[in-house]
């Protein structure tokens, strides 16, 4: 069983991974901190909240806020994509007498700040935690400067984030998590705690079509699959429109997989660098992935390719 806190700026992926974990038997998810990202950090929060109450948990992880601006850019956020809330405007929806369709959690947030949350838990479980991160990396490079003593005893941190040999997301060459804080990213990549990471290269090789999701939600019609449903509508639409099918890329989930079945993902070491200063670059992830030229300093694992299929049938099983 392997201790995990998880990172996160929820986010209409965010919910996948977050619901995977937390139906992962090989997983202990001990703590969730939120990061400024996909949406503001008082909404991520929010929206965290949202996600944990869509599951009947008896036991709560501890929660705690973080970061509500990046290193040194002024915040760039999604609304786009995750809808004006973050989760797909779920938190508008309500039933017919008036309540929240999906009300939040009954649990609280720490009063802890998100950076001492992690460093907390990197203490508590020294050479055993594996932090996940699903956004900006704001929160571990505030953590790192903060305690590095305490933060060289992580297992590893698994990132989604970057993009290597295709085009970004946000910018030709940059992909969301990184581009929106490329300063905090770098200081993680070059701390020397070994960091595994999901680029778009293997996110974008699973492809969750909106006839696959609703087939699977009509199939279960649960708590979990009726969320799923209704806080991807905007989401898969933004979907169809600019990226050209109907659906979308559970990008945040991966780093979870890796965790729980990484027989379906293989990756290659590489030395990775990102672009801080770079005005049409800024945010790129830099690092030669060919075999021939496989670096003698690696600072990651980068993944490259995804047993897609069996990694979503998987995942369906789980979210009951
Ligand atoms: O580029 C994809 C990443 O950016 C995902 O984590 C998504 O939630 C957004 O944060
Ligand atoms: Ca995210």
Known sequence: MQRILIDTDPGVDDAFAILLALR??????????????????????????????????????????????????PLVTAAHVHGEDGLGNTSQLRTANGSLLYPPANTEVSSMAGVDLILEMAARYPDELVIVTLGPLTNIAKAIRKDAPKMRRLRKIVVMGGVFEEYGNVTTTAEFNIFVDPHAADEVFQFGVPVHIAPLDATHQVILT?????????????????????????????????????????????????????????????????????????GMTVADLRRERQPFNPNAQVCVKVTAEAFLDDFFERLQ
């Not at 998810?29 to 909240?49: D, K, R, S």
């Not at 996600?51 to 948990?57: H, K, R, S």
């Open 24 to 73: 992962s038997p090989e997983l202990h998810v001990e703590a969730i901190t939120t990061v400024c990202g996909n949406t503001p950090v008082v909404q991520a929060t929010q929206n965290l909240l949202t996600i944990l109450g869509v599951l009947d948990l008896d036991q709560f992880p501890v929660i705690a806020q973080g970061e509500a601006q990046p290193l040194v850019k």
């Open 210 to 282: 909106g006839e696959r999701l609703h087939a699977e939600v009509d199939k279960r019609d649960s708590p979990i699959s009726r969320f799923l449903k209704d806080s991807t509508q905007a989401c898969m639409e933004f979907y169809r429109q600019h990226v050209g099918f109907w659906g979308l890329h559970i990008h945040d989930a991966l780093p979870i997989g890796m965790l729980t079945y990484p027989d379906y993902f293989k990756s290659v070491d590489a030395y990775v660098q990102v672009e801080t200063e770079g005005t049409l670059t800024n």
